[in-house]
């Protein structure tokens, strides 16, 4: 009886974990033109939905719609005569089966020996086990890394990041690559990449030009707040956990990717409440305050920023207000010589990547990482967004299955690593 008990209580407490997604449907809607891509907008931003793949012509948005707003979101989109499909109709079982395998990839690898700190590619890892991992890999490898604790999230957390380099930093000849992922908390499956781009320059190092002829540094864990959060309440949380915006902090959290002090406020939200709420000034959240140092104190051997995003398999460059770098066309060309290096390896069920300019083949953002790097004439700054999962039913995109965390951490170091050698050949220091 106790431990039908105990099971029970597991169980419900594994379970109310993701109550608050309890009957959330996910929509896939197809946009026929520019009429219809701003109506979709505009719903939006009336019925406060959380737009996952973001309407443009041509292509299918996702929406994620609470139960009180399903029926409303539907009668609106007959109305108009939009195409739509319902992909998943509570999107808290998926979320349920993620937790699961999770926990059953901890269960299995729970006893096999390994130092404190050693991490895998069986299953998406913890903030702590990600610092206790940074931590140990200095103390294993004192004369090729270094730890940096860059300074505090809003909530107190260290921002820890790693100078991997085979001279200490100290050979300004040499390019820097920066490679940061989990800006967006929900955005899990980016945290694999920058822990398969350390193990590659650190544990296990196959092609040595890279650490020879390059300096690294890697910023695994860009806003460890909304991440914790994701662990324990909400998986779908994209933004920080700043609040004091609203009495009673009704709506809390700033958008980081909106935050940098770069065409601030233009292409974002100055709506508390919202997904891309891009704070109260530019440069107001300690998160972006760290990554913002980190490009000025190197911007003069940073030659290639990757900001780690999810989904929808493409490669982006600034602006991202739609307007052109001046070397636009190296941007495009080395951006498809990095796709093209993670399409011959891709799993066959995801789409090839595409790649081009972010406000053009996505839509325009200011405020941005990306920009932000430009802005320091840092010549190659991308986004990656990675590839969508194919997890349960459809389009639940931001859940990441286990078995595939080790696909993608190495498919897009593939991208990162061709991106490197790249720009060292082409600016050649
Ligand atoms: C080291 O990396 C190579 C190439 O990626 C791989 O084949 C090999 O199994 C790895 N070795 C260890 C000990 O992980
Ligand atoms: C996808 O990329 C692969 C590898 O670069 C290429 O061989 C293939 O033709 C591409 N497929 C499409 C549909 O473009
Ligand atoms: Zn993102």
Not at 22 to 43: A, N, P, R, T, V
Not at 96 to 119: M, P, Q, V, W
Not at 312 to 325: A, E, K, P, R, V
Request: proline share 4%; with cysteine; glycine share 6%.
């Amino acid at each position: 009886m106790r431990l039908l008990l105990s099971f029970v209580l597991t169980f419900c407490f594994v379970h109310a974990k993701h109550e608050m997604y309890d009957g959330h449907s996910l929509f896939k809607i197809k946009i026929q033109d520019e009429k219809q891509m701003k109506y979709l907008y505009s719903l939006a931003e009336v019925l406060d939905l959380d737009v996952w793949v973001l309407p443009f012509p041509g292509n299918d948005a996702a929406v994620l719609v609470s139960k009180e707003s399903n029926e409303p979101f539907r009668s609106e989109l007959s109305e108009y005569g939009f195409e739509f499909q319902i992909e998943t109709d509570n999107i808290k079982r998926a979320l349920d089966l993620e937790d699961t395998l999770n926990e059953k990839a901890l269960r299995k690898n729970h006893f096999k020996s390994g130092y404190r700190g050693k991490i895998g590619f069986d299953r998406i890892y913890k903030l702590s086990e990600v610092d206790s991992y940074l931590e140990t890999l200095a103390e294993s490898y004192p004369n090729t890394v270094t730890l940096v604790n860059a300074g505090k999230s809003f909530e107190g957390r260290d921002i820890k990041y790693l100078k991997i380099s085979s001279t200490n930093f100290q050979d300004v000849r040499k390019p820097i690559v920066f490679v940061e992922s989990l800006l967006h908390a929900r955005e899990w499956v980016t945290l694999p990449p920058t822990l398969w781009a350390i193990e590659k320059l650190v544990v296990n190092v196959t092609e040595s030009d890279l650490i020879d002829t390059i300096d690294w540094i890697i910023l695994p864990v860009a806003n460890p707040d909304g991440y914790e959060l994701t662990h324990n309440e909400d998986r779908f949380w994209r933004k920080n956990r700043a609040t004091g915006f609203v009495p009673g902090d009704f709506c809390v959290g700033v958008d980081l990717n909106r935050n940098f002090d770069i065409k601030w406020g233009s292409g974002s939200s100055s709506s508390v409440c919202s997904e891309i709420f891009h704070g109260s000034r530019p440069s107001s959240e300690p998160e972006t305050v760290i990554i913002s140092r980190i490009m000025e104190e190197y911007r003069n051997r940073i030659d290639l920023f990757i900001d780690l995003h999810s989904y929808g398999s493409m490669i982006l460059y600034g602006w991202g207000s739609g307007d052109l770098l001046p070397n636009a066309f190296s941007l495009q060309q080395i951006g498809l010589n990095m796709a093209k290096a993670i399409d011959d390896m891709k799993l066959i069920f995801n789409e090839n990547y595409t790649v081009g300019n972010a406000g053009l083949v996505l839509y325009p953002a200011s405020g941005t990482a990306m920009d932000y790097a430009n802005r320091f004439n840092i010549p190659f700054s991308y986004v990656y967004e990675l590839p969508g999962s194919i997890f349960g039913t459809g389009l639940s995109g931001f859940l990441i299955e286990p078995e595939l965390v080790e696909h993608y951490a190495k498919e897009t170091w593939e991208g990162i690593k061709t991106g490197a050698r790249n720009v060292r050949d082409l600016l050649g220091r």
